[in-house]
């Protein structure tokens, strides 16, 4: 699959816009991600028990709990089922803490209802679909793994109050028929950008 094997070579997530994504880098800015084939090319990144990330953004420092919407797009949710959704109202999770890992990487979890039910208080993470094939990649819910390079996404603020999203070079955008995906644009300033809704401070705590 050409995402996987042109993994090594990418770096820097400058050519993603303009949040894990540009030209102008905000606090809490993003870098890309290698993917499993060029994780072992090079210095492994930190794990986050190794690092203490700091951002001045507080809906990035992990202590706030968010929900997205596409600036673009009719104002609903973004949901995280089996897949990331906009406004699909299948019951997906809705609130998201990004949490950045170091590197100015973020792994985006996802969170039910605050409803004392166990289970909502058990985080699935954003990952790149392993399984697609380029040009357009999806975003689906896993297991978290903060050392996994396909849960590292960049997120960059644009400085209007929106962000940008992406992993890699690639930048999180609605395509008409195939909804949200990741893909590769010719010019980053066409990117998706999305609003972050302040949910309050985040103080749920995993099942063990």
């Given at each position: 699959m050409k995402w996987v094997t042109g993994a090594a070579g990418l770096a820097c997530a400058g050519t993603m816009v303009g949040c894990g994504a540009g030209a102008d880098k905000a606090p809490g800015a993003a870098v890309t991600a290698p993917t499993p084939s060029?994780?072992?090319?090079?210095?492994?990144?930190?794990?986050?028990?190794?690092?203490?990330?700091?951002?001045?953004?507080?809906l990035l420092s992990g202590k706030h709990a968010i929900t997205i919407v596409r600036v673009q797009g009719s104002g609903s949710n973004l949901e995280l089922s089996s897949r990331l959704e906009e406004g699909g109202d299948t019951g997906g999770r809705v609130l998201f803490v990004p949490v950045l890992i170091g590197a100015d990487r973020y792994v985006i979890k996802a969170f039910g209802p605050n409803d004392d039910h166990p289970a909502n208080d058990d985080p699935s993470c954003w990952e790149v679909n392993g399984l697609d094939i380029e040009p357009e990649l999806t975003i689906q819910a896993a297991v978290c793994d903060e050392d996994n390079p396909i849960q590292r996404f960049t997120i960059v603020a644009r400085?209007?109050?929106?962000?940008?999203?992406?992993?890699?070079?690639r930048m999180l955008q609605h395509l008409p028929r195939n909804g949200l995906v990741l893909k590769e644009l010719a010019k980053p300033a066409q990117a998706s950008t999305f609003r972050f809704v302040d949910k309050g401070t985040f103080d749920r705590q995993p099942v063990n």
């Open positions: 060029g994780a072992g090319a090079g210095t492994p990144s930190p794990s986050a028990s190794s690092v203490v990330p700091v951002t001045s953004d507080p400085g209007d109050g929106t962000y940008a999203i992406g992993s890699e070079t």
